[in-house]
Every structure is written in C-alpha cells, then in structure tokens.
C-alpha cells in the first residue's frame, strides 16, 4: 500500500525553481501530492506513493535544483491520501 509523507523545506528554496523542480522529480518517481510555498519562505508538500519512491525524494529535496541552498529538511508520515497527479499548488 501506498504511503504518504508530509515534508517542509527550509534554506534559500524561495526564487529558485524549486517547486517545478520538486515536481518533476516525484513525477519521475511516479509519486502523486503537490508543493507549495509557504510565507516563511519554506517549501511544503505532501508526497504518496511506495517508501523506497519516498526516499529517494527525500533526498533529492536535500540537494533541490541548482540554485537551492536547503538547511532543513522535515519529514512526517501522513493518512494515505488519494491524488491523479504530482501538482504545484499556490
């Protein structure tokens, strides 16, 4: 069964692409949820799919795209929840 985990990352990941880099990455995983910027100038999002999948996106987000400088990265496991697609949000 599928798994979901909630993620927050904190560092320079404002301005810097990484939401649409974020969502290529779990679309190449095969993973569904969304990322979104939050006003603290951290990254959120909600990824589902198989743990080994979940990982390997896990630390894809400590090295983000180019530009990123990632401080934090927070982990939570979530309810499995239902998404078609990975999507970028607000």
């Known amino acids: 069964m599928d798994r979901c985990r909630h993620f927050r990352v904190c ?4 301005g810097v692409f990484f939401r649409a880099a974020t969502e ?18 951290s990254v959120e ?6 743990e080994t999948k979940l990982e390997k996106l896990e630390q894809w987000l ?19 929840q239902s998404f078609g697609d990975f999507t970028v949000r607000g």
């Not at 290529?24 to 100038?41: F, H, I, K, M, S």
Request: hydrophobic content about 35%.
């Open 24 to 41: 290529a990455a779990a679309r190449r995983l095969g993973l569904t949820g969304w990322v979104r910027n939050l006003p603290d100038g």
């Open 11 to 14: 560092g320079r990941v404002q």
């Open 45 to 50: 999002l909600l990824a589902c799919g198989e």
């Open 62 to 80: 400590w090295q983000g795209p180019p530009r990123a400088r990632v401080e934090q990265v927070q982990a939570s496991e979530t309810p499995p």
